[in-house]
T-cell receptor, first 111, second 111 residues
Framework: SQKIEQNSEALNIQEGKTATLTCNYT??????LQWYRQDPGRGPVFLLL?????KEKRKERLKVTFDTTLKQSLFHITASQPADSATYLCALDTGGFKTIFGAGTRLFVKA | NAGVTQTPKFRVLKTGQSMTLLCAQD?????MYWYRQDPGMGLRLIHY???????AKGEVPDGYNVSRLKKQNFLLGLESAAPSQTSVYFC??????????FGPGTRLTVL
């Protein structure tokens, strides 16, 4: 079955630095991959989508890469701020309008 | 626009009791989803719908039933609640199968 792995350990970084989160997957070739942000007690919020034929996507301070050979996506937040502290979820398309989500990586940005 | 709303926000049930969770969206989205989120396991798809009158099983459908009688509403039912169904339930909708919009969640405890 499809499997998504995100670093279960929290990532702690200093304000102003670049945060890099990793998403690895197995047993599937998704047409696209998504990243969501989730704050405590709230539902996930969509951030970015990258398609299989795109190597990189940017949105403001966010950058996502997608390596279909390595079966890996990297999510970068540049010039990080304390307000970026949240859990970030990776999500894969599995076809048939279904999506599977990773467990997420918690990011803490210290001022 | 209210986006995606869920009712109720919190609920405590005794084992064997039944209940219905209501999800409503005002974005005219075709696709709607029910997920459960448990610590360390990420979001898991329970059931989904690709249009009014349609439903399909997701990853963890056992013990749950759904209905989509109106395009804007997606109901999740628990016929006989079990402690293993203690979780946070999220509803989501989308227009194309990706970029899902999530509701605020329902925290359910089954004693």
């Amino acid at each position: 079955s499809q499997k998504i792995e995100q670093n279960s350990e929290a990532l702690n970084i200093q304000e102003g630095k670049t945060a890099t989160l990793t998403c690895n997957y197995t047993n599937y070739s998704p047409a696209y991959l998504q990243w969501y942000r989730q704050d405590p007690g709230r539902g996930p919020v969509f951030l970015l989508l990258i398609r299989e034929n795109e190597k990189e996507k940017r949105k403001e301070r966010l950058k996502v890469t997608f390596d279909t050979t390595l079966k890996q996506s990297l999510f970068h937040i540049t010039a990080s701020q304390p307000a970026d502290s949240a859990t970030y979820l990776c999500a894969l398309d599995t076809g048939g309008f279904k999506t599977i989500f990773g467990a997420g990586t918690r990011l803490f940005v210290k001022a | 626009n209210a986006g995606v709303t869920q009712t109720p926000k919190f609920r405590v049930l005794k084992t064997g009791q039944s209940m219905t969770l209501l999800c409503a969206q005002d974005m005219n989205h075709e696709y709607m989803y029910w997920y459960r989120q448990d610590p360390g396991m990420g979001l898991r798809l329970i059931h989904y719908s690709v249009g009014e009158g349609t439903t399909a099983k997701g990853e963890v459908p056992d013990g749950y039933n759904v209905s989509r009688l109106k395009k804007q509403n997606f109901l999740l039912g628990l016929e006989s609640a079990a402690p293993s169904q203690t979780s946070v339930y999220f509803c989501a909708s989308s227009s194309e199968g990706f970029q899902q919009f999530f509701g605020p969640g329902t925290r359910l405890t089954v004693l």
